[in-house]
C-alpha cells in the first residue's frame, strides 16, 4: 500500500510498504501517518538460484570482512550485480533504511528461502553476521553444483531419445510417404520393412501421443519413487531396494541444509521443519520425527522410532548428542550420503551411456535394413527410366 508521511521536520513524502508492521515501525521512527491507500501490485520476485544465493552471500561476507556496514554493503552491491539481484538489493536497502531488521527485508520482499531468513535471524541477534554468510556461500555452492550433477546425469540420455524421436517423425512425414508408392511396387517385401512402414505410418499421423506417452511416464516414475505405495509397487518386482538410491539423495539433501541450519544457530525441531523434503514417504517420517522431538525424545530416539533410518544415522546422532557436538555428526552424515550420491550419478552415466549407444545403433541398423532390404531383393525387376535389366 502507498502511505503519506510526515516526518519530525515538517516535510511530506509518498512511501510505499508491505503491511501494518511496516506502519508500526515508520511510527517507532517518528512518522506521523497522513493517509493509506491500498494498491494492487502485479509484480513477483521469483525464487533465487542456489548459484545465486552463494554469490550474494559470498559478496556481502567479503564486504563486512573489510569493515563496510551492512547497509553500505547492500548499497554497493545494488549497483555492481545482475538486474534481477540488483532490484532485490535494492528493496531490501528502501527497508533497512526505515529500521527494519535484514531478515525482516529478507522475509517481506520475497525470493529468499525460509531456511536463510532464520539463519540470519540467527545470525543477527548473536552479531555474527558475516560467519553466517559465509556458511550460507558455502552451503549453496554446495548445493548448487549437488543440482547441476543430477542435471547433467540427465540431460545426455534426455538430448539422444529427444533427436530420435525428432528424427524418426521427420523421416516420417517428409520421407516415407515419397517412398510408398515405391516401396508398393515391389512384390514380397520383408516382414522388418512391412513393420518399419507400418511403424512410420502411424508415427506420421499420431506422432502428438508420443509426448503425451513419455510426459505420462515420467508422472508414473515420479509416483513410483516418490511415494509409499509406488515404491511397494517397485519392489514386489525386484529383489533388490529400487528406492535405495532415492533415499541417499534425500538423506544427502536433508542433512547438509539441517547442518547448515543448526550451524548457522537455528533450533533443531525449527531446522527440520523448515528443511524442504521433496519426496513424500520421507516427508512423513520427518515430520513425524519433528512431531517426537517436541514430545521429549532426543533427535537420535526420534529417528530410531522411524525404522527407515540406517543405524549409521542413529548411531552418529547419538554420539553428537552425548558430546555435545551435534552439528559435526550431521555434518558427517551429510557429505557421506553427497559423496555416495556423486558415486550414483556417475555409476548412472556409466551405465546409459554404452545404452543409448546401442539403442542408436539399433535404430540406425534398422532404419537402413528396413530401406535396402527390399531394394537388393528385387533388383531384378527395378525399372529405371522406362527401361529394365
Known amino acids: 500500500m502507498k502511505i503519506e508521511v510526515l516526518n519530525r521536520f515538517g516535510q511530506t513524502k509518498m512511501l510505499d510498504v508491505a503491511d501494518k508492521s511496516e506502519i508500526e515501525v515508520l511510527k517507532k521512527q517518528g512518522f506521523f501517518i497522513l493517509s493509506q491507500k491500498k494498491t494492487f501490485s502485479l509484480k513477483r520476485i521469483n525464487a533465487l538460484k542456489p548459484m545465486q544465493l552463494a554469490e550474494l552471500f559470498r559478496d556481502l561476507a567479503g564486504l563486512l570482512e573489510v569493515g563496510i556496514s551492512l547497509t553500505d554493503s547492500i548499497k554497493e552491491l545494488s549497483v555492481s550485480t545482475s538486474k534481477q539481484i540488483s532490484g532485490i538489493l535494492d528493496e531490501i536497502y528502501i527497508k533497512l533504511q526505515q529500521g527494519f531488521f535484514f531478515y525482516e527485508a529478507l522475509s517481506q520482499i520475497g525470493g529468499f528461502p525460509q531456511e536463510v531468513i532464520s539463519s540470519v535471524k540467527a545470525g543477527e541477534k548473536g552479531a555474527v553476521l558475516k560467519d553466517t554468510f559465509e556458511r550460507l556461500a558455502e552451503f549453496y555452492s554446495k548445493k548448487a553444483k549437488f543440482n547441476s550433477k543430477l542435471k547433467m546425469a540427465l540431460i545426455y540420455p534426455g538430448f539422444v531419445i529427444g533427436a530420435i524421436f525428432v528424427v524418426s517423425t521427420a523421416v516420417s512425414i517428409f520421407v516415407i510417404p515419397k517412398m510408398i508408392g515405391f516401396f508398393s511396387k515391389l512384390p514380397n517385401l520383408p516382414p522388418l520393412t512391412k513393420i518399419f512402414l507400418l511403424m512410420a505410418g502411424v508415427l506420421s499421423h499420431f506422432w502428438w ?13 515420479r509416483f513410483l519413487v516418490s511415494t509409499e505405495t509406488g515404491i511397494k509397487i517397485l519392489e514386489k518386482f525386484s529383489n533388490v531396494k529400487v528406492y535405495l538410491p532415492i533415499k541417499e539423495r534425500v538423506f544427502a539433501n536433508f542433512f547438509s541444509s539441517l547442518a547448515m541450519l543448526t ?40 529417528l530410531r522410532e522411524e525404522k527407515i533410518f540406517p543405524i549409521f544415522i542413529i548411531q552418529s546422532i547419538a554420539k553428537g548428542e552425548k558430546g555435545a557436538n551435534l552439528y559435526e ?9 553427497i559423496e555416495k550420491t556423486d558415486r550414483n550419478y556417475e555409476m548412472f552415466l556409466t551405465i546409459i551411456e554404452p545404452i543409448l549407444i546401442s539403442l542408436v545403433a539399433v535404430f540406425v541398423v534398422f532404419f537402413v535394413f528396413a530401406f535396402l532390404m527390399p531394394i537388393y531383393a528385387n533388383l531384378s525387376n527395378v525399372q529405371i527410366f522406362g527401361g529394365g535389366y
Open 209 to 221: 501421443l508420443f509426448p503425451g506417452v513419455l510426459i505420462g511416464l515420467g508422472f508414473l516414475l
Open 263 to 302: 550451524k548457522n544457530g537455528v533450533p533443531l525441531i525449527e531446522a527440520i521443519e523448515m528443511v524442504d523434503v521433496q519426496n513424500n514417504v520421507f516427508k512423513k517420517s520427518f515430520k513425524n520425527v519433528k512431531e517426537k522431538l517436541t514430545q521429549g525424545f532426543s533427535f537420535s530416539e526420534a
Open 329 to 337: 555428526y550431521i555434518d558427517r552424515i551429510a557429505l557421506y550420503y
